[in-house]
Structure formats: C-alpha cells, structure tokens
C-alpha cells in the first residue's frame, strides 16, 4: 500500500468496483425465488405484476415510499433520468402505496416519465419484505419472466443515504464539509 493519496484513492476505486461486480454476481445468482402474479393498480385500473413485463422478459421494480418521502422522491428523481436506458434493457416500474390518482399528480408535478404503479391494498410491499412495522421501505427488486409464465425475483436491495444507488450521496460527500446536515426534500426555496 501507498502513502501517495492519488495512488490510494485509485487502488480503493478499483477494490469497490471489484466489490461490487462480486456483489451483483452474488445477488444474481441466489436470491432468486418465485413470486405470485400480483394485482397491483394504475389509473387504468387493475393488473397484474406480469404485465408489467410488457414484451419484456426482465422487470426492474423500484419500491418507493411515495409522495410523502423526500429520500424516495430523491432517488425517483435521479432514475427518471436514465429511465429511457432502463427501458432499453427491461421493463421498468415505481410501485408505491399511494393511489394512481396521487400517483399521477404527483410524477406529473415532477415531470416524471416513468410508469408507476400502486400497491394500495395488496400484500406485495409487505410479501417481498419492503413494508414492515415502521411502514414502507425503499429500494428495487429485479424479475424474469419464465418460459412457462412464472415469475422469479432474481435480486434486491434497500436504498439508503450513502448507497450506491444515487450518485448525489458519493458527490456531496467529497464537498469540503460533506453532506454535514444536508438532507434531500421535494422542493427547495
């Protein structure tokens, strides 16, 4: 190891890229499970988890606490700008339990282009372990869709501030003071 601070920034660079591709590698390959067709709802009315597929054979679900949460609307906001390179590879969704109405008004007052879905009155949040006793939680869940119509859940995570998940959190942590008592919200002054 390096005294030099250039040399070891670089070296601890490639140690987290490393760590990550191992961790991706690891979350693809056994946390798969099978999962229900769940009835979710949009503002067209009620559908299934599997027609969120679309014509595609891939799903990235992102599990958002919704209009009430600055962190969740932080994260949203970040993905609505590379939605359009999601969309190139899988399908691509916001589930949240607010309804499609407030859903609608509100992506509407973000300009978000992506499709959003609700989990009001469905187990779905809470089955895939993202709603528990303190409520909703954030973070994504990928799915494939099989041959013979099952749904599997390949992976997950949770979001959180420092994670890797939103760029925001690496940036303003190397400002002079870091995040010091930053915290994200859904409109600033």
Sequence with gaps: ???DPKQKIAELTQEIMTKQHELNELMRTSLS???DDYRLKNTAGELRLSQLFGDRRDLVLI???GKRC?????WADGLNGVFDHFENRAAFVVVSPDSPEV????????????????????????DLGFEGAQGVMPGFSTFH???????ER???AFFGPGDS????????GVLRDGAGDWQPRVSYP
Aim: aromatic share 12%; proline share 4%.
């Design 103 to 126: 859903q609608r008004e509100f992506a509407q007052s973000r300009n978000w282009t992506m499709p959003m879905v609700s989990s009001e009155g469905s187990s779905f949040s809470k």
């Design 63 to 65: 599990h958002n606490m």
């Design 1 to 3: 190891m390096t005294n």
């Design 165 to 172: 998940y939103s760029a925001i959190w690496h940036m303003i």
């Design 33 to 35: 499970e099978s999962v």
């Design 145 to 151: 869709l099989e041959d013979d119509g099952t749904i």
């Design 70 to 74: 600055p962190y969740c609307t932080l």
């Design 154 to 156: 390949v992976a997950w």
